[in-house]
Structure formats: C-alpha cells, structure tokens
C-alpha cells in the first residue's frame, strides 16, 4: 500500500479517536462536575511517564501566572482544580475522577506485587457498611449510587448522542443516497449455499418477510438471517423463497458473502502500486480465467481470490500464504500471465460503478434530520449488537480487529462524508463495547453501582479491585487477540 494512502487513513483514524475520546470522557468529565465530583485529570490520548502538554506544567503556570504546581511524596499533584493535558500515546485518553476507590487502604505492594498472595483475605469482606465509607465530599466513593451510576454511564450516553448528530448532519448535509432495489438491473450474485436455498444470479431481492427492501446495503443480510421468507423479483416476476429454520450471520458475511451486488467485469481504474499494475494491465482488459477457473464477472474474480485465500491451512504460516498467493490469469480470453496478490490477498482492481446514473438522493431538512439520524444510529446499533454474539465463536474471534483493521476501513482519499459516517459508528461501537459489564469498563462500574441501588449493599473496595485486575486481565487478552490477528492479516496468514 502507498505510504501516501496509509499516512491519509492512519490521520483520519487518530482524529476520529482524538474526537471521541474527547467526548466519552467530556460526558464523565460532565456527570461528575454537575455531582460535584473532583476531576483530577482530563488527558487527550495517554501520557505515561510524560505528557505533550500539561495545564499543570510549570512552564504553562508561569505563563497563566499561576504559581507552580505542588507535588506530594507520591509524586501525584495538590489538585487543586483539574489538570487538561495530551499524552503523547495516541491510542485513547481518560478523565482520573478522585477517590474511585479509598486508596488510602492500598499500597504498591498490596495491590501489585502480593496481589495473588492476598487474594483470599481480599475477598472475604465481600460488602462494606455505610459507615465504614470513609473519604471526602467531593470523591467519587463518597456519593449516592444513583449519582455514581450516572458518572459512570456519562461516556457511554455521550458516545451514542455523538453518534446520533453525527448521523443527523450527515442527512441534513448530503442527504441519503442509494439506488432502488429495482433498478438493479444486474441483481445479486449468490453465494453456493445461497443457490442451495433457491436464489439464483441475477435475482433482485424486493422483500424480506414483510419489510420492503429499498436499497442493498450489508443490514440487508441481517434481515435475511432473521426472516422466515424472502421475495424476490426473477425474470420481472415475484418469487417467494422459503429460508432454512437457522441462518448464522456470520457465515453468510464471511467472504465470499451469501449475497452481493452482481457487478460484470468492467473495469475503471488499474490502482498503482498493486500486481495489476505492475502487469500492465489496462482498463479495457478482462481476466477470463484465474488458476484454471472461468470468470464470468467481477463477483467470480472477487470469490476465486477469496477462495484461495480461505484454502489456507489453518496453521498457515508466511512460505504457505506466499506459495497459495502465487496465480495464473488468462486476459482477454488469450493471454497468460503469473502474478502474486498483496499479503492480504489484492489485485489491485477498481470495477465500474455500475448504476452512477440511478442514484437516489433524499434531502432532509435541519429539523427533519433529527429523527432520521436518531433512527440510522439505531438501525446501526441493534445490527452491531446483533452481530457482537459471533465475537464468541472460533470464526468470529478470527474477525476480531486492532487499530491496523480500524484505521483500513477509512478511504485511500479524505471523504468528509465517509469520515464523519465511519466516527459515527466507531462511536457507536466504543458507547457498547464500554457498556460491556467487564470490571474494568465503564460498564462494570455502572453495574456495581446498579446491583448497590437495587440491593442497598455497597461492594467493599477489596472486592471491586479483584474485579478490576480481572478485568483488566480480560482486556489485555481481547487487545493481544486483535493486534496479533491484525499482525497475522499482514502476512496473509489469518
């Protein structure tokens, strides 16, 4: 990939990240400021050993006219206010709310290094008595639990609103564009099992169950999963296709997909620095055959490469992925060539855009705006609920993604409308995954804070910081998971 084209993706993903984490720990930062809660810190991205910038830097307090800050013994600052900072770790950020546990009762050597040995006497004290709450006022410990519930639901609310407007101003801005299901003149191309369920080429789905189907786009297969029938048009006639009683979602996205817009072989463009150009090939050529099997259209030479990739052992390692990505090509039904396909398996290819004179655009006014966008946020929220079960299974956790799979579904070239679609449901994704009840999430303080309000039994600080280190532990697995399948993916070998 030209380094022109990954410097555009990773800015465009650091400033969708630097944007949200701003605004997740804003609704924190919000919630417990409206408490009355002490904030101690407010970082943009994460500042271990040292920070960009600092409020609290003395250079910066010389300059405001502040007196230098004090340092205790522990090396932490006399707050006496908040601390606004950037970290030079772009990978997230964080607001440090005081006294989210009495870390008066903890040392280094209790909470680190005999952590295991301490264990049991942790858990033994399992909830704590009112009075036993020691800390001031303003800590976080101190205040009611439907008032830490709140503090601790503040970035997730905040994430799905950002979401919301984003959405909102998209539709107000660009309007919603899409070609209608009936003027796909090519149809779907089907997958083998699609076939087997009695679709056919060229077939244009109209209808799933009762739901109309007005444009294709991935939801689509979601509502396939789910519906009992499907109506599709078939030589300008309705035929109604009765589904199987269980359909995975997750196989039926798994390349090569259950159904995908039919796209014939035309080309518009040859991308540089991919083996296509390196060939010579040109707009006008047309590949026929690849490793011995015909292509017809776009859809047969997308799903022969995909082939050959998922043919990969499952302990591929980096000489399998290079000999499988090794192909012969028949062009223009005469020409042999040999080529190898990128590590993770591209051509280097751009088809036609097939139905640019049939798109539909629906404008919203400002006003009109706010429910659509409020309903496209939903939309993509129950879909992405819908799909996060698949997270579980062997074929999903292979899916599972880092920051290298986030930063590549950003265009090669700035898209405002793309960018702000894509920020708009990484927020939706960052508001659920932190609404996950794992200890070390947001979520898993909401939900000790929620049992405390429901039972009024309050968890001892022993008791929550085992769960802390266990989720911790339960993140820095599903973090090593996603970078290593990222890692893998570059070397074709996942």
Known sequence: MDIEIILIKALQLIIALALLVVLHEGGHFLA???FKVRVEKFYMFFDWKFS?????????????GKAPAKKKENGEYEYEGTEYGIGWIPLGGYVKISG???????NEDDSQKSFWKNLPSMMKNVFIKPEDIKGERWEFRTRPAWQRLIIMLGGIIMNFITAF??????????????V?????????????????????????IIKTDDKAVISWNTSVLQDISNSKTVTVLRDGKENVITLPSEMSLLDMIEAPTYAAIRIPFELDSILAGYPAEDLGLKKTDKITSVN????NDYNDFQNCIIEIKNALPEKANFGDSLKARQISLVVNDTVKMNATLTPDFMFGLMPTNLYEDKITTKEYGFFESFPAGVKYGWETLKSYVDQFKYVFTKKGAKQVGGFISIGKIFPDVWNWQKFWL?????SIALGFANVLPIPALDGGHALFAFFELITRKRLSDNFLMVFQYFGMYILLALMILAQMNDVLRLFGIN
């Open 100 to 106: 989210m546990v009495d870390e008066s009762s903890f």
């Open 52 to 64: 960009i910038f600092s409020t609290y830097s003395n250079w910066w307090r010389k300059l405001t």
């Open 165 to 178: 407007v984003i959405y909102s101003m998209v539709l107000f801005t660009w309007g919603e564009t899409y």
């Open 292 to 295: 011995g099997v015909a292509i």
């Open 422 to 426: 894509l920020t708009a449901f990484l």
């Open 32 to 34: 417990a400021k409206i």
């Open 180 to 204: 209608k299901s009936e003027d796909m003149s090519y149809g779907m191309k089907f997958s083998e099992q699609a076939k087997k369920d009695g679709f056919r080429d060229g077939d244009i």
